[in-house]
């Protein structure tokens, strides 16, 4: 169970409000980065986790990241806070109704939220679970929470990069530290089960495991670990590059009576007759001097 | 620019209908770790790519991926010819019926789609951009993209378990082993940028790189190489926890006049008054014999 | 900040693995009326507020509500936990195919998920934050808190009756008791504002506030508090419903001079002829017997 | 504005309970072809438009269509009225609830909705305004509208052949019918624009308007009027295909001398070293035996 | 199978970088009406198609329209090209600063999309293949597909009014020309189905095919070839409208007995007492002069 | 059934072309607090209604709620009629191209809506059903609906706000007065029904109804009705807080001998070892002088 202790993890001090500011920082309060995605993505994982180490690593990290959710979101509030007071109240000026009109999403933040810190990205997408991508698999969901951890790190750079606020600053720099610790610790986890790669329990067919697949073609090609050298096989031959397996490329299934009935049917109430020149919706609609299209007489 | 050619990457044969197996299929077709997710996840990578090694890399990956679209999408097809035959042209029998009405997602995949594949999910769920994690930084994406193959491989290995077609166990397991290969390849294009730990340009602040954060507790705890040994430095103490930065763990914003104003006026509004014992909603609405509530006498 | 203790808030005690059953509780666990909803409705509403006394109230339920979360949660794991562990095991039999195949959104959970407890509800949606109706004013957000838990509070009833086994029953009551305890927090807290109604700052035009306007007409009329009495003016007559200013019902706005020429354009390039008779691609799609379409002969 | 008639548009006579079929009747409810998809398509593009003909035409199907709506919502109220009673006052008995687990989507509408018509599909997805394609151009929506209304009728004959409930078919037919003759009355108002195609304003390039893109190839070729004839010049040279425009198929953009300096840094850092032979997490990750991975010696 | 060329189908100059312009052009990359929908569309319903020509087709266009997201991707790189190498690197000025929080959504694209071209519409809302209204019948799908390539042209028309870069204006030109070549292509390919009016197999009911519906009263009303004419029986009658089947209008449903039951304990536990004067929250939440609202004594 | 009135019921007059207003207005058109939300809510509720005075109750303000939807839609038409035209008709000038590239999401109105008004909130997110919290119950649905009015009347306040147009404000004060009327109307229909509380059928569990949950403490803490009084039993106690049931805070499912054999495999493949200090891809990735990470001997 969680308890909630009245100290932030980082004391949040900001020097003036700043609307818009706050609009950006939502992207690490309700975007697919951000610390709600964390937050649930190793909560998650640690419910369904068996191994007690694992449980007890996620839960630890779940738990600094709901923490990390409500600093992101005081800093929101905090920017938000004199101009939330100032609209509720009705004290707005000419210049914030312009404002509020040419801005960026902040006047959604608040017409919609009332100043509030909403679950939403800096473009006002809704927070989903579908950023989440847990699959319940120790071997790939680690390497999921590695990824995860990195892209929440560059977005924290990013934002970092927008602001002189010094407080603001500081405690970014904080939460995009502790990223970059969580993805220590991730990567420990993943290589203390051995083996883990493939992930999963089934090993792939040895016959496409080292093939490369010179798919984009016709112009320079580069050449690197990933694609040469004696771990890769490479497949440039277009006529090779289809139907691998050595059939005809086709597909096939097996129909019962009833459905090969039916199928015929259906070829023919809806066959196109290629010969037909039919007259269309197009030459009707196209105006009296439309002669790029061709007018065939009426068909009887 | 884009070619396509009439054979498939992997002849698909199928042995008979199966329209509940088609809807498990969906989900490597329009569920969030399906092929469509993966083609675009590296082709709009390589959209933005400079380096030309890479964007080689992620257009070759990419292509492939549509062709496996194609591949799972065509299986879908086959398992759902018949019976989408059987429904267009109104050949349906009682026992077909029964089944749509008491089945799982594939009534929807009858009804709304026809029976052709729709990019949903086994739940029916309409495939969003929203599960493509890309940032727009090689040492974050090609992370994203080694966990994004991992998670693939292991819904694969699930699907293969469904089912004894073998046409289609074939046909799902080189699809499974491309992703081990694909994993392979992102592993090497991370690995050749140097250095490319953490992700990024910033490094992380020194002073809380290491701590570990012992934040679940209360039973017994797990030691691991992810939590202990000289890498880290274990903050166990709830006090310590708190404010880590060293400050009270409040937070605070300079407020222009105005705003000050506007808020005092907000806080007068809408104050809580503690000493209040309101009769409310629930008195009012619990029956007479509510002993759980205290109805204190109406206030003047 | 938040602290995670290894204890839940109500020990959980499944009696056997029923991943359908599962399914249906993920209802409360990322459904629109779960308990992640409830946290974060409250825990954003927090983070937002400036009266210390609501701020507390709102922290102390949302940190409740997470520890709800992780119960509801548990019990899905516990349910999945052996199902989950054949799966992942390549252990499956002919009928734990036949039922994944067969079955609800159950398939998705253990295809897609792993057996994990995933953010959807009971149909696979993922857990959207558009569920959350905030707006930042205490007047109508704690309106807002009541009526949630009321809802919530019917969904725990109505899961409870779909099970048999004492252990879920037990947790459930206790989830579903702890609502109804919420709801009487909030109405108090509502109340302790005065006045709180109408909710916000402006009031209403006196002119339409007493108007009950009966839009629904042709059967028994039927007579209430809610629609009868001196509180109301019921307005039944049809034209004295439309334009209750005193106004024509119209629309005008004051357009520029280049604004009306634009207009003037457009309104001659799309104008539909009243008095064509234009033979359209319904005609030419219509089969040679199509004698319900009338058939002009074709315009020159 | 709206009334509201007591009485529907077609009399509603179900035979007995069906939450099952219900379930499938949510398709046309809420679900993308349904009837709140096509209330809000002409609704909304009633309110834009400025021609009185077509304003009205627009406002009459919409209120139709709203219409429609109160008529599929209400079968499916009639399907549900019994389960939900018996649901509602914990009636249930084990074939119930062993129903409720084993079913379709109709559990999420007992449980989450409480028995009511929902605005979902029959996957329980909720409905989008992502459904509605208007884009403010009759030449354009007046074709969508076509389309629509040819989809919507589809969906119909396919839920006609699911039930031999009369009651339920004759309201169905109806509805499905009503789709025809709002088919026609659009044909109509898009050819009574002279002319309508291409819709819009701008004329295409003649240059590419009437080049067939062979993209698909390596197999039959089929021909019919949609790509042969006169009205077509064929490109099926691969080489033909690409830089339509005669450059060179390359991409390029003028940038500032700031914008070089930081692009030569970024590519500097990301660079990606082609000669290079990593040691990558795949290595580590594979087990002793993992010779399919070439292992070279550890990079100083 | 899909190959793929280094060349795009059309080169692509841009004269400077303008990530405003590049915000728009996503309308056309990953918004409702843009490529990924059309080569989606097409490539889906190909999958599902028995007909050797349309499939054909459908593969056709759909490699063209995934030729052309390339196109449009890139003009959106290399808008971004040399703001995302300035971000990413930390060299931004004051006034990129205030502009990423003043601007419009650009600023989403730039810090969590790294400035890549991202799957989002102008507004940063993501794909969904709930855009895609394929149905799995060719004369409602070819309808649809007249209709998107209508939609996707006008598009394109809005978007080269707002550029004054020649090398751009001339790519959307190209592919705005392009769309109207599809659509030629789509209806003759739709009208070489005979018949294709009404869409499916099932005719309509002859009693309503031909009714026009007069539902928006009360103003002039307009004559078309829509709605008068001989193809046409008007009713305008507000009595006629209702229940056009020639009943009552009303609804009805068999139940069981336990069912009656049920609904006999759901409607005495629910039931809203008429005569009842209860004093609500409202009374209790207005303030001491609220004399809009009747306060009668407190029931016992 | 319903009707249409050309009539509005409200007549708009508004001064002048505003494009960025008629975003802002969206929010109450396609928005969450809404007049499609709100008249889909009631509507849908007023079909699967038994009650006849609740039915006639909620179809009188569902057909009011939707005629306002229609004057706010209107609004916004009006707003933007002038620029759709000159949009529409080619005659942008520079001044607007660059408006529409630096302002709001009036953008993605203009180019993806073409000046028309969609169904989407003010920063453009399509309206979704998830919006509506119906469950078919009314002590919890007319709770719901007195908090959906309170939210509706704040925003249409913040609106009012906005605007100096006394048109625009007369409408929208108008609008924000009836949803205080449905307010009360409301809370009548709620407390007719007696008792109401708790809503449902089922009582809570006296054992948890009174405990107040003190789960945020280490700063002041704030007493008022909602906590204290005879009302409450708090339980402030970290011990005591757990495992409520006087249980020992942990889980537990009863599983087959397949199910055990199973976990015990899949514990054995996915164990982690804590003992292991193995080298990851962190280390691989970080530069030479990367001091932060430990990089022990290469494990054989």
Chains 1, 2, 3, 4, 5, 6 share one sequence.
């Not at 923490?67 to 009705?90: C, D, F, W, Y």
């Not at 473009?123 to 319940?136: N, Q």
């Not at 006529?239 to 050595?246: E, F, S």
Request: aromatic content about 6%; hydrophobic content about 35%; some cysteine.
């Amino acid at each position: 169970m969680f308890f909630h202790h009245k100290k932030l993890m980082y004391t949040v001090r900001v020097r003036e409000s700043n609307p818009q500011l706050a609009t950006l920082m939502l992207e690490q309060f309700g975007g697919p980065q951000g610390e709600l995605a964390a937050a649930m993505r190793y909560f998650t994982q640690g419910l369904g986790e068996c191994d007690p180490g694992r449980k007890d690593l996620l839960m630890d990290i779940a738990t600094e990241e709901i923490s990390h959710l409500e600093i992101i979101g005081t800093i929101i509030a905090m920017l938000n806070r004199g101009p939330k007071a100032v609209q509720s109240e009705g004290m707005l000026e000419a210049e914030d109704m312009r404002l509020l009109g040419q801005n960026s999403t902040s006047h959604t933040e608040q017409i919609l939220y009332g100043g509030g810190p909403a679950l939403v990205n800096s473009s006002g997408v809704p927070w989903t679970a579908a950023y989440i991508d847990t699959i319940g698999e120790p071997t790939a969901d680690l390497r999921s929470n590695i990824a995860a951890e990195a892209r929440a790190k560059l977005v924290y750079e990013r934002l970092i990069n927008l602001t002189d606020d010094p407080g603001i600053k500081d405690a970014l720099t904080f939460l995009m530290t502790r990223e970059v610790a969580h993805m220590k610790s991730f990567e420990k986890a993943l290589h203390s089960i051995k083996p883990n790669f493939p992930p999963g329990r089934v090993p792939g067919d040895p016959a496409f495991t080292d093939l490369y697949m010179d798919m984009s073609q016709g112009g320079v090609e580069s050449e690197g670990s990933w694609n040469s050298g004696e771990l890769w096989e490479r497949v440039s031959d277009r006529d090779a590059q289809a139907a691998l397996d050595g059939g005809d490329g086709g597909c096939s299934v097996g129909l019962t009576e009833r459905e090969q009935r039916a199928e015929a049917t259906m070829v023919m109430r809806t066959t196109s007759a290629p010969d037909a020149r039919p007259t269309t919706g197009a030459e009707l609609g196209a105006g009296p001097g439309a002669g790029a299209l061709d007018l065939p007489p009426r068909e009887p």
